[in-house]
């Protein structure tokens, strides 16, 4: 078979290209850490690893989502912790308020406390988050809930309004709830879709009691009608004491709601704590799998690296030797 110098030249150079890209492949893999980097390195690798990082993503999403719902919760468990603590001080002084030995200026004093009882309550129902959203006016976040005014330094006697749900006839003085009774969720999970507010509507105005009763009046309506009993001159026992009692009993009754309430979230902030160790760990399953599919092998790829070092010297002089072979050079 007679081979031709341009044969010979063809040959060679094509030999030495493709050990450069061979040489080319293993410095990239070395250089990125990557075993595989394009499908056609391992078809059945790469479409793991495809299915394993998609299922990553979803999975960061969750614990995304875990993040926000934390942090809503938190924030709503910290104010109902506030109004609990409230709720007890209304219950003190209303309790301080059925002794009979009081007397007008006493009951006075007692009124002018719960009236900033009363703006405080207010404050707390109309509670904004870091976004500006209010957190229990259910999906109508942008809308304030309980829009009451201050009464703390009204003058005695003076009206203070109570809150009636949309639909009900509404008092002379009283507000109407402006939020809905909407509970704003995240999927924290692939089979979890978590509650993350409560809605101003079972908090301040339909307030449930141990045995899941609902009182017919809110607790603004509640506080303003014993601060008006309070402040009634001359004082009469016959009308104030039934007026005392009610409002003991549904004072009592908003403070077990709330308190059950804040149970609940707490309870869903503990289990936040299980899904994201659960998250946590999927992800260095995930991050374990995708290491086992695609990371290289260092030892393995330097030592490859320097045998096709050697392979090219090799092909680098054969071709130079091969090329140097002719006629003239003989002579």
Do not use: W
């Given at each position: 078979?007679?081979?031709?110098?341009?044969?010979?030249?063809?040959?060679?150079?094509?030999?030495?290209?493709?050990?450069?890209?061979?040489?080319?492949?293993?410095?990239?893999?070395?250089?990125?850490?990557?075993?595989?980097?394009?499908?056609?390195?391992?078809?059945?690798?790469?479409?793991?690893?495809?299915?394993?990082?998609?299922?990553?993503?979803?999975?960061?999403?969750?614990?995304?989502?875990?993040?926000?719902?934390?942090?809503?919760?938190?924030?709503?468990?910290?104010?109902?912790?506030?109004?609990?603590?409230?709720?007890?001080?209304?219950?003190?002084?209303?309790?301080?308020?059925?002794?009979?030995?009081?007397?007008?200026?006493e009951r006075q004093?007692?009124?002018?406390?719960?009236?900033?009882?009363?703006?405080?309550?207010?404050?707390?129902?109309n509670t904004q988050?870091?976004?500006?959203?209010?957190?229990?006016?259910?999906?109508?976040?942008?809308?304030?809930?309980?829009?009451?005014?201050?009464?703390?330094?009204?003058?005695?006697?003076?009206?203070?309004?109570?809150?009636?749900?949309?639909?009900?006839?509404?008092?002379?003085?009283?507000?109407?709830?402006?939020?809905?009774?909407?509970?704003?969720?995240?999927?924290?999970?692939?089979?979890?879709?978590?509650?993350?507010?409560?809605?101003?509507?079972?908090?301040?105005?339909?307030?449930?009691?141990?045995?899941?009763?609902?009182?017919?009046?809110?607790?603004?309506?509640?506080?303003?009608?014993?601060?008006?009993?309070?402040?009634?001159?001359?004082?009469?026992?016959?009308?104030?004491?039934?007026?005392?009692?009610?409002?003991?009993?549904?004072?009592?009754?908003?403070?077990?709601?709330?308190?059950?309430?804040?149970?609940?979230?707490?309870?869903?902030?503990?289990?936040?704590?299980?899904?994201?160790?659960?998250?946590?760990?999927?992800?260095?399953q995930y991050q374990?799998?995708?290491?086992?599919?695609?990371?290289?092998?260092?030892?393995?790829?330097?030592?490859?690296?320097?045998?096709?070092?050697?392979?090219?010297?090799?092909?680098?002089?054969?071709?130079?030797?091969?090329?140097?072979?002719?006629?003239?050079?003989?002579?």
């Amino acid at each position: 078979m007679r081979v031709s110098t341009a044969q010979i030249y063809d040959t060679g150079i094509n030999g030495i290209t493709r050990n450069q890209a061979a040489m080319l492949k293993t410095q990239t893999q070395i250089t990125t850490g990557r075993r595989v980097l394009t499908p056609s390195d391992d078809p059945v690798a790469s479409a793991r690893a495809l299915v394993v990082t998609q299922s990553q993503q979803v999975n960061q999403r969750y614990v995304e989502n875990q993040g926000a719902a934390k942090d809503s919760l938190s924030f709503l468990e910290n104010t109902l912790g506030s109004m609990t603590e409230l709720m007890k001080n209304v219950i003190d002084r209303t309790v301080q308020a059925g002794n009979g030995t009081l007397g007008d200026a006493e009951r006075q004093m007692i009124a002018r406390e719960l009236r900033m009882r009363y703006d405080e309550l207010s404050a707390l129902a109309n509670t904004q988050d870091g976004e500006g959203n209010y957190i229990f006016s259910g999906f109508r976040t942008a809308t304030q809930p309980f829009p009451t005014t201050p009464v703390g330094n009204a003058p005695t006697g003076s009206p203070v309004p109570g809150v009636v749900m949309p639909g009900v006839a509404v008092p002379p003085g009283a507000t109407v709830y402006g939020g809905d009774d909407g509970r704003r969720e995240l999927q924290v999970e692939s089979s979890r879709v978590m509650t993350v507010s409560e809605p101003g509507s079972d908090i301040f105005v339909r307030i449930r009691d141990k045995s899941g009763a609902v009182t017919d009046e809110s607790v603004f309506t509640s506080l303003g009608n014993f601060i008006a009993a309070l402040e009634t001159t001359p004082f009469d026992a016959t009308t104030f004491n039934p007026a005392h009692d009610q409002a003991l009993e549904n004072f009592y009754a908003a403070l077990d709601n709330t308190s059950r309430i804040q149970t609940s979230v707490g309870a869903r902030l503990a289990e936040l704590e299980s899904l994201k160790s659960t998250a946590e760990d999927r992800d260095l399953q995930y991050q374990g799998t995708l290491s086992d599919l695609q990371d290289l092998d260092y030892a393995e790829a330097i030592s490859t690296l320097s045998k096709q070092q050697i392979i090219l010297d090799a092909a680098q002089k054969s071709f130079m030797t091969i090329t140097g072979l002719g006629l003239f050079n003989q002579l």
